[in-house]
């Protein structure tokens, strides 16, 4: 008894811990400027960031994230903060940027800070050579690398708009996120470009690449242009690889509800990722170019995050799955429509198949408060588990109320933050259900049912015995269950039950007895475990 009592206890505690991220909630930045100049004889950047804070409260000093220079010379190094033209003290350690307000800020009072800085990033600007030997600059921030080399609130739950004013040689293009609104070519062949995001988006998906690319325009939906951008060697297989981002878009947005930014622009770069989602231009890993047209699924997820992920964001990392998970299944509902039901099943197979083994290795919760570091947040709880749990919760609710859920998150939470119970509630209102233990069973709780199920056939009465049992190390789970039973003559029938405790025994009538019985036919079950003829027969 106490036992159970203490798991309550945590399990509350838990559900509502925060990440160790330090927030400071007087803060709230809601645009950044960033004037920076890259060039091809050093990986010196200069930068010049204008801040426009609303202080929420009074204020007299405040921080923010900035890595600094560490004992190779890489890093950044802060020669000015000013407001308004005037000085202001800082000082810079331990990657934090301390700025003290000669005039401290009221509340409700919007400010706009200017930082000059510059470095060598050590990370989050990756200045390399791509694989054709070309030199290039990505940046790669996923999940809080934005501070090498930008002076931000390096969290998800303090999202902006923004700007980038790249100064750069002439021969490179330059894409950052929304709207190109200026290219200049400046004296000593050097090139500015502005790229305006007039969307809040989080600093995680805030970036820049700077490459010879070569551009075109794949198609239209909507108002939004879908542009690909690939090194100008891959230029003919890039524009094949890319192109389906424009049925992906089509289709996703008839589902959950406008794009939220400008345009989609799918990027080949050196990012570390397969895919890495940033706001309105997705960067993909370099050989994700083949000319075989084999990134669709690829496509579909990160195109996926643009609703979930950037415009309906986390407001805590534990809660990554609100990302990960929607991106995982939508694109299996991607390849569902455009493949069909066994392309579709194949993929939950697969993803349940690494979902078991995961939990096998480290049996945690898909809200798992545990994790201090944010990269063990990539596993197969917060993507394919997460994405399971959309598919029961789909086939628990039905097609049309799933959808209206789906749809009703986004447009309560389209450019803001959101936590698990206020995805949980969208989908109250949508269903008129009280879905709390669903939630608590599947993302508040490790482990998965492990079904052993045991089966009879009696002649003379004509129907079947199952003898159900849960035999997990966690507590019972609470799921309908469908058992497949096929006859000779190669007819199929299912027959749902419900089941809720560790052991149940239930009889199902059948004309004759089956061949085969099978657990979970439709693939709509997130489980392990076999039925088998009871040792009787
Ligand atoms: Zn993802």
Redesign the pocket.
Known sequence: MLRAAVLVFLTYLFAHAEDPYLRNRSLDVTHYRFELSVNDSTNRIEGRATLSILFKSPVSSFELDLVNGNSQGEGMRVSRVSIAGKDQPFSHEKDRLKIALTDPAKTNEKREVIILYSGIPEDGLIISKNKFGDRTFFGDNWPDRAHHWLPVVDHPSDKATCEFLVTAPEEYQVIANGIKTEEAFLPNHVKLTHWKESVEIPTKVMVIGVAKFSIQKAGQVDNIAVETWVYPQNADAGFIDYAPAVPVLQFLQQKIGPYPYEKLANVQSTTRYG?M?NASNIFYFENSVTGKNDDEALIA??VA?QWF?NSASEKDWHHIWL??GF??YLSHVYIEHTHGQLAFTDALQEDRRQVIAFYKDKPAPILDTTITTLAHLLNPNS?QKAGWVLHMLRHELGDSVFWEGVRGYYKSFRNSNALTNDVRRQFEAASGKDLRKFFDQWLYRPGLPILSVNWSYDPSGQFITLNVNQTQLEGAFSFPLEIGLLQENGTEAGQKIRIDQKHQDFRISVKEKPSKIALDPKCVLLFDGQIRPSRTE
């Open positions: 895919g989602e997820h990160e995050h992920g990302s990960e991106a995982t993507y």
